[in-house]
Every structure is written in structure tokens, then in C-alpha cells.
T-cell receptor, first 113, second 110 residues
Framework: KAGVTQTPRYLIKTRGQQVTLSCSPISGHRSVSWYQQTPGQGLQFLFEYFSETQRNKGNFPGRFSGRQFSNSRSEMNVSTLELGDSALYLC????????????FGPGTRLTVL | GQQLNQSPQSMFIQEGEDVSMNCTSSSIFNTWLWYKQDPGEGPVLLIALYKAGELTSNGRLTAQFGITRKDSFLNISASIPSDVGIYFCAGSYNNNDMRFGAGTRLTVKP
């Protein structure tokens, strides 16, 4: 069974730009969650999508948004990038949701200059 | 997200030694998960625990769900160089509020 895939793996942007990250979950998983990981803050939950609906949301500003398609693939968008948005963005898929076993992708390393 | 108290923050050990790390919470959980993250990769699920007192092994790894339901332990026996990485705990209660520990960074010297 193929694992969670994320594209791109690396991204360099400048302040003020926007970025879209993509995640393909494990086949059959309907829950896709997004996390931001930084050395200082650790793993922080952004949001979860289940069957194309946002089901849970963390404490991030509205510049961070997402969506999920009918095939469960998900995208995350960050608008008006700030230097502090530099981080590893991880996507995780699960059968039951964020409170159950999650399987993480390799992440997208975003650098904002 | 909110953090669990995970300790130690880092460990430097000799190959062949055993390792212990733990996570504690001020509130009770009914799910504990342990993940390992290699540099530049996403976390990989190692062990999942769903019952207080449960002891589960995965090769040289053993994790326990504390009897108080407020803590969990991960032990690695006979460490090898590929055990290097960051180990995270995560916990939740009744499908609410999944929390992650800050991680334990393990270095194994050959």
C-alpha cells in the first residue's frame, strides 16, 4: 500500500507571495490533517479535512487555508507569506481522524526569504 | 498545538545501551501514540496504546500506557545507530484534543 505523498518536497518563496502544498493520503483514508513543525514550536495542528469538509481547526491565522477533493487529496494554501512561516509542513492521513493513528507524509520544507 | 511534557529532551548514548523516555500529562488520556522522525522526513508511527497498563512491543521497542492514564513510557533495548532520530509521544482522550510532546532527540554513538 502506498504511503502518504506530499509535493513539492522543497519550496523557496519570498515574503508576500502565496504557496500551495499538496497531499495524497493512503488509499481508503478519508481524513487528512496538516501540521506545521518548527524547531521552536514543535508540531502544531493546522486543520483536518474529512470527506471534503473541514472538521477540526487549530489556532492559525486565516492566511492558512485548505481544501479536500472528492478523491481525498488535500491542498493547503498560505497567502501573504511571512518569514515566520518557514517550516516543515506535514500532512497525515487516517481512517478515523486526528485522534486515532495517523500516518505522516515526508513533509514539504518551506523557506520564506 | 498543546504540548505534553516529554523527557528527556535529548539523549547521547553508546551503541548497545538501553534507552528510556516518557511523556506525562496533567489530564488523563485513553490513547497514547509513539512516533519516530528521521531528519528531513515525517514521523512514523511506532506503537499505539489504547488501554491503561497496556504493554506493547515492536521489535526492540516497548511502550507502556501508564496505569494512572497520565503517562506513557517508551524503551529501546540494545540501541543501534539507526535508532538515531527524534521520538514523539502523542495522546488524546475520547477523540478530543490530540496533543504532541516536544520530542526526545536520540543520538547513538557507535
Amino acid at each position: 500500500k502506498a504511503g502518504v505523498t506530499q509535493t513539492p518536497r522543497y519550496l523557496i518563496k519570498t515574503r508576500g507571495q502565496q504557496v500551495t502544498l499538496s497531499c495524497s493520503p493512503i488509499s481508503g483514508h478519508r481524513s487528512v490533517s496538516w501540521y506545521q513543525q518548527t524547531p521552536g514550536q514543535g508540531l502544531q495542528f493546522l486543520f483536518e479535512y474529512f470527506s471534503e469538509t473541514q472538521r477540526n481547526k487549530g489556532n492559525f491565522p486565516g492566511r492558512f487555508s485548505g481544501r479536500q477533493f472528492s478523491n481525498s487529496r488535500s491542498e493547503m494554501n498560505v497567502s501573504t507569506l511571512e518569514l515566520g512561516d518557514s517550516a516543515l509542513y506535514l500532512c497525515a492521513s487516517s481512517l478515523g481522524g486526528i485522534y486515532n493513528e495517523q500516518f505522516f507524509g515526508p513533509g514539504t520544507r518551506l523557506t520564506v526569504l | 498545538g498543546q504540548q505534553l511534557n516529554q523527557s528527556p529532551q535529548s539523549m547521547f548514548i553508546q551503541e548497545g545501551e538501553d534507552v528510556s523516555m516518557n511523556c506525562t500529562s496533567s489530564s488523563i488520556f485513553n490513547t497514547w501514540l509513539w512516533y519516530k522522525q528521521d531528519p528531513g522526513e515525517g514521523p512514523v508511527l511506532l506503537i499505539a496504546l489504547y488501554k491503561a497498563g497496556e504493554l506493547t512491543s515492536n521489535g526492540r521497542l516497548t511502550a507502556q500506557f501508564g496505569i494512572t492514564r497520565k503517562d506513557s513510557f517508551l524503551n529501546i533495548s540494545a540501541s543501534i545507530p539507526s535508532d538515531v532520530g527524534i521520538y514523539f509521544c502523542a495522546g488524546s482522550y475520547n477523540n478530543n484534543d490530540m496533543r504532541f510532546g516536544a520530542g526526545t532527540r536520540l543520538t547513538v554513538k557507535p
